[in-house]
């Protein structure tokens, strides 16, 4: 089976209170959250994991904020002898708009999406305001998107699964490495919430759903089946990886 390294680059940021990424717990704490891309080097694909933001704000105080640089969507494939219109294959985890606002640069990949978020982008619930279809048009019309419902093998060493917890069409995506099975979740969390501080674990729970989830009990539940399904975790926010250090 291949294996892969991940390479996580950071094409975005948002500032915000941290309660959006732990339910029920640290509200009112300012929180910077880093927005990635993932590279996974390995195979005949040339294959990244969303695209991140087309203008992020790239500032001092926010990279320190992360803990890494900020790129991006050109500069943070060239680190990688890339260019967009060499990407052959988008995965995305989901539509929210920092999720997926390079999209048309990618003008030869195939795009990976499932079938709920497409319904999603073009009829967003009114709670919602994160999906924007201006970002996903250019690609719908030129036929770039295959629709996946989960547990489907992308390529070989790579895989979904259908998550729905932080919104209703969540792929977390599957990667073979050399040390083991790496989850690249489906849905916008940190560490801290799969490995919760001594009190949030003396109230019996394991872990913490995300600030905007679908269902907190269903989000729950899926977040402990990855858990325990991978072997390497990568929340879909988590600053430790804004490095850029490949994983393994």
Known sequence: MTTYRIHPIVMGT????????TYQHDYGTP????????????????????????????????????????????????????????????IHTHLHNDHCENDYKCTHA???VHPKEMARIHD???????????????????????LVEGGEQIADGIRVLH????????????????????AITGFCVINE?????????AMEMAVVPPGTHVNAYDAYDIMLRIKKEADILLPLHEPAFADGKPIP
């Open 193 to 201: 919430n799969f490995f919760p501080p001594q009190q949030i674990r």
């Open 31 to 90: 929180y910077t959250i880093p927005i990635y891309c993932w590279y996974l080097e390995g195979g005949e694909r040339t294959i990244i994991v969303d695209t991140g933001e087309m203008h992020p704000v790239q500032s001092s105080d926010r990279e320190r904020a992360i803990g890494g640089p900020i790129y991006t969507f050109e500069t943070g494939l060239a680190r990688h002898g890339l260019a967009p219109e060499q990407i052959d294959t988008v």
């Open 163 to 182: 998550t729905p917890a932080h919104t209703e069409g969540g792929l977390t995506v599957m990667v073979e490495t050399a040390d083991g099975t790496a």
């Open 110 to 112: 195939e795009f990976f």
């Open 124 to 146: 967003p619930h009114p709670l919602d305001f994160r999906y924007v279809e201006d970002y996903i048009e250019e690609v719908e019309e030129r036929g770039q998107i295959r």
């Open 14 to 21: 948002k500032q915000f209170d941290k309660g959006m990424m």
